[in-house]
Structure formats: structure tokens, C-alpha cells
Nanobody
Framework: QVQLVESGGGLVQAGGSLRLSCAAS????????MSWFRQAPGKEREFVAA????????YYADSVKGRFTISRDNAKNTVYLQMHSLKPEDTAVYYC????????WGQGTQVTVSS
């Protein structure tokens, strides 16, 4: 089991940028694929991006492709989500998890994009 703590969210104007971090505990982090999800008010949690254990391959939802970049630092047990050109529709609580999501969900970090 990997424990997850997300951070880096905040309030930003449309067109702005944020970088989210997900600190993971557990010795298995460097051997598992990781992902970011988000959940907007009144909506289902949705996939945003994923990165394989080595960092060599990444995958994105069509809605964020070209604007978001997922990366990881296995030495720091951390996965990142760099977000550019943010839109109001990106407003949500962002969560990290393994890919597929098998870990207990963390608290998430709130991202609010104002128009």
C-alpha cells in the first residue's frame, strides 16, 4: 500500500499555471505507474494523466493534452502535474493514485480557475 499526499493547488486566473505535487510513501513507488485524477463539483472523478514507473511513457485525457505535463522523481517518491493555460473547466479537486487506481485516495488538492 502506498500513502499519498497531494499539494500545490490554489486559485489562479484563466490562462495561468500551477504545479501539483504528490508525495508517496512506501517502498513500491518507483515500481508502479502513477496517475492524476480530478473531480469537479457534482461530477464523477475523471482520469487526467498517467506515467509509467520509469517515466518513459505518459498518457493524457484529451481535455488536457498539450496543456498538462505529468512527471515523476522516483528518488523523491513524488509525482508532479504541471498545468498551463488553465481554464475554468479545470476547476476541481485533483488526486493522485497508482495506475490503475488501487491505493487509498488522499485528500486531494483544490484547483480553482477564475474566468
Amino acid at each position: 500500500q502506498v500513502q499519498l499526499v497531494e499539494s500545490g493547488g490554489g486559485l489562479v486566473q484563466a490562462g495561468g499555471s500551477l504545479r501539483l505535487s504528490c508525495a508517496a510513501s512506501g517502498r513500491t513507488f518507483s515500481s508502479i505507474s502513477m496517475s492524476w485524477f480530478r473531480q469537479a463539483p457534482g461530477k464523477e472523478r475523471e482520469f487526467v494523466a498517467a506515467i509509467i514507473w520509469s517515466g518513459d511513457s505518459t498518457y493524457y485525457a484529451d481535455s488536457v493534452k498539450g496543456r498538462f505535463t505529468i512527471s515523476r522523481d522516483n528518488a523523491k517518491n513524488t509525482v508532479y502535474l504541471q498545468m498551463h493555460s488553465l481554464k475554468p473547466e479545470d476547476t476541481a479537486v485533483y488526486y493522485c493514485n497508482s495506475d490503475p487506481p488501487r491505493q487509498t485516495w488522499g485528500q486531494g488538492t483544490q484547483v480553482t480557475v477564475s474566468s
